[in-house]
């Protein structure tokens, strides 16, 4: 079964410009996650969705960030204008049913704003 | 979330059981213990997870103490790929589980 798929894998890009990430869930899972993996703060969950709805955007840096889910099998995070501290890794995950079961990460996309 | 304490690093010889300790003595009656893995460049990996039974899948084995305050992970026949970064997990079931909080995790290395 293909896994969470991320694109692009890498992104280096300037600051100002707008920058979109992509994600693409495990068939048949409900709920997807974004995160963002830095050395300084490790792992933080920015939004999740669940049932394509956004539930918890409070991890959400500021307004320059937005993601939507416009179907079960796709969601974007955009950042808008890119700053130099958003280079990070970018994770998506994706769970299915109940808050028990595990979530699956995809490879993640390194994001680099000069 | 309650706290877990691992060992910074641990190295096992190839081919033989690697044993992940995790501590998490402030645990409480409705977390799970999950098991995740990061090898360089990639995302995390799901091991495994458990309420207060032993679990075992084709990765690994996860032992729950019964008091529940501590747990380990068994690799049962370690390889070279599985050299990473191993994080131990609490997690509370309903809405504040959905973030994962990783702590600074055990660097297995596993040697030839």
């Known amino acids: 079964d293909a896994g969470v798929i991320q694109s692009p894998r890498h992104e280096v890009t300037e600051m100002g410009q707008e920058v979109t990430l992509r994600c693409k869930p495990i068939?048949?899972?409900?709920?997807l996650f974004w995160y963002r993996q830095t050395m300084m703060r490790g792992l933080e969950l920015l939004i999740y969705?669940?049932?394509?709805?956004?539930?918890?955007d409070s991890g959400m840096p500021e307004d320059r960030f937005s993601a939507k889910m416009p179907n079960a099998s796709f969601s974007t995070l955009k950042i808008q204008p890119s700053e130099p501290r958003d280079s990070a890794v970018y994770f998506c995950?994706?769970?299915?049913?109940?808050?028990?079961?595990?979530?699956?990460f995809g490879d993640g996309t390194r994001l680099s704003i000069l | 979330d309650a706290k877990t304490t691992q060992p910074t690093s641990m190295d096992c010889a190839e081919g033989r059981a690697a044993n992940l300790p995790c501590n998490h003595s402030?645990?409480?009656?409705?977390?799970?213990v999950y098991w995740y893995r990061q090898i360089h460049s990639q995302g995390p990996q799901y091991i495994i997870h458990?309420?207060?039974n032993n679990e075992t899948n084709e990765m690994a084995s996860l032992i729950i103490t019964e008091d529940r305050k501590s747990s380990t992970l068994i690799l049962p026949h370690a390889t070279l790929r599985d050299t990473a970064v191993y994080y131990c997990?609490?997690?509370?079931?309903?809405?504040?589980?959905?973030?994962?909080?990783f702590g600074g995790g055990t660097r297995l290395m596993v040697k030839p």
């Open positions: 995950a994706s769970r299915q049913g109940a808050f028990n079961q595990p979530q699956h």
């Open positions: 068939s048949g899972h409900n709920s």
């Open positions: 969705f669940n049932n394509n709805v956004p539930i918890d």
């Open positions: 402030t645990i409480s009656g409705n977390e799970y």
């Open positions: 458990g309420l207060k």
């Open positions: 997990i609490v997690r509370a079931s309903g809405n504040a589980g959905n973030m994962l909080t």
